[in-house]
């Protein structure tokens, strides 16, 4: 595991680490796909940060 794996990045930064676009990003959270406290979080100022590590286990068809 990488140092970005063990971190909360914002949508745009998980999109330049994936090449999922952001629009994708977002369409994973409004559905459903990636879950709120494990694939994401919001910070107290309503940011999103997407967890590395879950969304890297979604995306390789394992459970975080």
Known sequence: MNHSDRQLVTVKKCAELTGLSEN?????????????????FKSANKKVFISMSAANLWMQGKEA
């Open 24 to 40: 994708a990003i977002r369409q994973y959270l409004k559905k459903g796909q990636w879950r709120f406290g494990i694939h994401w």
